[in-house]
């Protein structure tokens, strides 16, 4: 049913950001209609226009398609089960990335404005709304349009946040974790004892699903990322972190347990599949829940695309009963199941209020800056979440330390007690 519902509560506000001003009737018609849905601001403020920040994908391809645009709008008004969402963080998934290229065939088509996931405060409720009030602090699930300052959702895709998270942390928990935890624990059955093959573990989903074996007894984490990453993760749980850019994975795994590993997540696809069944001791699981080896440039990469899937496993089921292995395939956006996916964040955000799992943030960007926060995970610079805000970007916004701050501002006064002195000298000499 949500899978249905997500698209089309979007399409009201990309009707809307569609032109760049919104005609005069159109504006109108917004202010006229909002008092109607009102739950709980005056009407003389629903009947101001008012500007919205959106990333909007305008077409496939390279960065460039994704552009910041700033709409004037009436105020959105939530229907019956729906609410608004004045949006103060967002996630940034791989998800994002195949979409930009036209990989990704849940996004709608071009221009939309993009984003999965984000958290924020309800500014409005729509009827039938029981268990949810202006000013609560939400995380919110879409299937596009979070990468806006205001989203109207379906009341249940939001899950109010504990006091201590942060919105970047509540932006960063949901895709990653539920997927980490949707196949660790319902498809998997993780166990004590038994032992793990994680792909791109610095990555967002790589991080989770390595916290959530952690709450798990002896289980064992092998891990693959780039040598740079190894501290940061053998830190976070994993047991034997692996270097993939300069040594085989399967041999690494190999030499330390001869027999494989039980469950192997394989977000990567093509000849990566292949050397994941082969890892699998007997009675294991292959989860395959991704196809980064299909993204190798800014652009949609044909070649890479045809070599991934010329190098596809390919089984019969009756080599599957012989080797006594599984394989599992996961999409959390083709997940329907509203208790599912209810039951699984109410876990998620219980473990956090435990301490046993925390996002790990790996960096923030202002909308301005979306290319650059696209890059960094596209480049596989990232280790955790990049999170994106949709709050303007300060001028004086500069990275700086605190003594480089204080040296700034000994150097101001400095110049500035100059420049008196000068002035005053001066007006001596003139006055001689």
């Not at 009827?127 to 109207?152: F, H, P, T, Y």
């Not at 932006?171 to 004590?192: C, D, G, I, K, S």
């Amino acid at each position: 049913m949500s899978g249905e519902e997500a698209p089309t509560q979007q399409q009201q506000p990309e009707q809307e950001k569609t032109p760049d001003e919104p005609p005069p009737s159109a504006a109108a018609a917004a202010a006229a209609e909002a008092p109607q849905g009102d739950s709980g601001s005056g009407a003389a403020a629903e009947e101001k226009p008012l500007t919205c920040r959106a990333l909007v994908l305008i077409g496939h391809g390279g960065y460039d398609k994704v552009k910041l645009q700033v709409k004037t709008q009436g105020k959105p008004q939530p229907k019956a089960g729906e609410v608004l969402v004045r949006v103060k963080a967002c996630g940034l998934n791989f998800a994002e990335l195949l979409g930009r290229q036209g990989l990704y065939e849940l996004l709608p088509a071009p221009p939309v404005t993009m984003g999965m996931e984000g958290s924020g405060v309800i500014e409005a409720v729509g009827e039938d709304v029981k268990d949810r009030k202006v000013g609560d602090r939400v995380i919110a699930l879409s299937r596009s349009g979070m990468w806006q300052e205001l989203v109207v959702v379906p009341a249940e895709r939001t899950f109010v946040m504990p006091d201590e998270m942060s919105f970047e942390e509540g932006a960063a928990l949901p895709v990653n974790y539920m997927t980490a935890y949707m196949m660790l624990f319902e498809l998997a059955n993780l166990r004590p004892g038994k032992s793990v093959l994680i792909h791109m573990a610095a990555g967002g989903v790589g991080i989770a699903a390595t916290q959530l074996c952690q709450t798990v007894q002896d289980v064992t984490v092998f891990g693959t990322a780039s040598a740079s990453k190894h501290e940061t993760i053998a830190q976070g749980g994993v047991t034997h972190p692996i270097d993939y850019r300069t040594k085989d994975y399967v041999e690494e795994i190999r030499k330390i347990s001869p027999k494989g590993v039980d469950i192997v997540l394989d977000p990567l696809g093509g000849s990566d599949t292949q050397k994941g069944f082969s890892l699998l001791k007997p009675m294991g699981m292959l989860i395959v829940f991704g196809a980064a080896n299909c993204v190798t440039g800014q652009k949609k990469n044909l070649l890479a695309m045809a070599k991934t899937w010329y190098n596809q496993l390919s089984l019969n089921t009756l080599k599957l009963m012989q080797a006594n292995k599984a394989v599992c395939g996961f999409h959390l956006g083709y997940v329907t199941d509203e208790q599912l996916f209810s039951r699984t964040m109410m876990k998620l955000l219980e473990l956090y209020r435990q301490g046993k799992i925390k996002p790990h943030i790996d960096s923030r960007y202002h909308f301005e800056e979306v290319t650059d926060a696209m890059k960094r995970m596209h480049e596989r610079q990232n280790i955790g979440k990049v999170i994106l805000l949709p709050e303007p970007k300060k001028e004086e916004e500069k990275p700086k330390s605190n003594a480089e701050a204080g040296e700034n501002a000994e150097k101001n006064e400095a110049a500035v007690s100059e420049k008196k002195e000068e002035a005053t000298e001066e007006v001596k000499a003139e006055k001689d």
